[in-house]
Structures are given as C-alpha cells and as structure tokens.
C-alpha cells in the first residue's frame, strides 16, 4: 500500500503535492500541514550527507506487528520525511533552512514580538478610539492592552507547551498577515480621519512556528490547545475581577468585561476546526478534549457579550 511521506502510514487513497512532489495523505495533503518548506530545504541538505553517515541514522520503529529499518537512502530502506535531519537551531541565519512567508525570519524573538506587539496595540487604539468621546481616555489604553495581550498569551501558550516537549519554536511575523495587519491600520486611520464607518480590523501580523510537530498527535494536540486554553482562563480571571471591582467604580469593571470578552472571543474562533486555525488539529487529535475547550469558550463569550450590552437595570457593572 502507498505510505504518507510526512507520517509514514499506510493509507488507500495518497495526494500528490505539486511543490514537492512527495505522495501524502489525506491529513497532510496541504503543503502546510505537511510543512512542505521544510520538505523541500531537507531534500537539499539530505543530498550533502554521506552514505555512511546516513546509514548510521537507521532505527527501528513498529509498524503493525512487524519492525521496519527506515532511515537510509541507497535504496536499502525508506527514508521517511518525519525523521529528516533539522538543524540544532533552524532559525540561525547559517542553518540553511529557508522560512518562506515569514518575515525577517532570522531576527530576533524579542524585536518580532515588539513589532507585533506595537502593531496589534494601534488595532486596539483605532478600534476602541470611540470611548475617547465618551470622557474616559485612559480606558482607550486600558481596552487597547487588554486586546493586545490576549493574542500575544495566546501564542505564548503555543510556545511554552512546544518548549516543554523539546521542540524549537520561536513567535514569527508573518508576511502576509503583516500586509493584512497594515493594511488594516491605514483603512482604519483613513476611517477615523474621514469620520466614515470603521473598516473591518484584521490584527494577524505574526505567529509560533513550532518545528517537529510531524503528525496529529498528543504533543500537536496539547501545542495547538494551548492558545485557546490561555484565551480561557486568562478570560475567566479577568471576568472575575470585573465582578470583584465595586460598582460605584463604574466603569472600569465594565471595561474589564469587555476584556474578558475579547479573550473568549479570540478562543473561540481559533477553535473552528478549519484550515491553519488551532481547532482543526485538536478535533483530529481529540474530540473530548475539543469540545471541553469549545463548550465553555462559546457559553462565557455569549454569557459577556449579553452582560456587557445589557440594558442599564439589568446590567450587572452599573451602579445600584
């Protein structure tokens, strides 16, 4: 039976993908789930290693109830793409890994979460520009922070979890969500200079890349659920203090809700189960675990969206 070059099982049905030309499976078909960049670099760097050196990379591994040699490349075995030979650290400027769509790839971690960082604040900033009329600027800052630590510990929690188990991770800025990201900040400069109806902000300027996550499993899993795991219960903690905080500071714990709220909303959509977003590999990986994340993410969104719109005599942060 054909054999899934990124996870080596056996499968019926096997795609081709254009760029690398390797055969996969139905869960790794797309080039991004099967990282096909890395495929392609490894390949090249796969030709400049000796025979011997090679050979000497040979193990096994179970493969139903027999034991099968994978590892060379003269024919003897199957080299399969799981196993290939990664750099110490792919992401130094000498490791010959090339990271295509990610910009400056080989800057340092800090000046890409600064970037990010700074550009996901003015989102917030132009977003939340409104409550400036209301008389309370210090809660453009306030609601503006708040919106900008939700995704960067969202991406934190994606690269701690992948640090636990050993695997090389850094926060990167994405080229197309950099284009996104500024694009929408002159849209929305543009809006608030014309006084016209706010364009649609989209802040997606970077994200973890994790290398060696090779198939949907439980280290995948628990990488992908960490970001929305963060969203939650940094979401539930600030939903609570906004209970704690007394009325009659109204309204900053309004203001807290809405923080509360943009934690849980950030969650949730992650969690749909398609494309590059985290939910499509933990519904692969586990059902349970999904929905556990999934169930309390849409009821505390749908629980303070309806407290922070509510009417004043049922709103739960005005004064009495």
Aim: overall charge neutral; some cysteine; glycine content about 8%.
């Amino acid at each position: 039976m054909p054999i899934c070059y990124h996870c080596g099982e056996n499968v019926t049905e096997t795609h081709i993908c254009e760029r690398c030309g390797k055969t996969y499976c139905s869960l790794h078909k797309n080039p991004i789930d099967h990282e096909c960049n890395l495929v392609v670099e490894s390949e090249r760097l796969q030709t400049t290693l000796t025979p011997n050196y090679v050979t000497q990379r040979a193990f096994q591994v179970p493969s139903g109830t027999q034991s099968e040699l994978r590892g060379t490349t003269d024919g003897t075995y199957t080299w399969y793409r799981q196993e290939k030979q990664i750099p110490d650290n792919a992401f130094d400027p000498d490791s010959g890994i090339q990271f295509k769509g990610i910009l400056l790839a080989h800057k340092s971690e800090l000046t890409h979460f600064m970037i990010g960082a700074v550009l996901i604040f003015l989102i917030g900033i132009i977003s939340f520009f409104e409550v400036v009329y209301t008389g309370y600027l210090w809660a453009l800052f306030l609601l503006s922070t708040f919106y900008m630590t939700a995704f960067l510990f969202h991406e934190f929690g994606h690269r701690q979890t992948a640090i636990h188990f050993g695997l090389q991770t850094k926060f990167r800025l994405l080229t197309f969500g950099m284009l996104l990201t500024v694009f929408s900040l002159i849209m929305g400069l543009s809006s608030l200079i014309t006084g016209s109806a706010l364009f649609p902000m989209l802040a997606l300027p970077g994200a973890v890349v994790v290398l060696g996550l090779d198939k949907i499993s439980r280290k995948t899993g628990l990488c992908k659920a960490a970001g929305p795991s963060v969203n939650l219960i940094y979401g539930t903690i600030i939903l609570l203090i906004s209970f704690v905080i007394p009325r009659q500071y109204y309204p900053l714990n309004h203001f807290f809700g809405y923080a509360a709220y943009f934690n849980f909303m950030l969650g949730s959509f992650n969690m749909i189960p398609l494309g590059i977003l985290d939910g499509q590999n933990i519904w692969r990986w586990n059902k349970r675990v999904y929905i556990s994340l999934i169930v309390p993410l849409i009821v505390l969104l749908i629980l303070t969206l309806i407290m922070i719109n509510a009417p004043v005599g049922l709103n739960p942060y005005f004064p009495i």
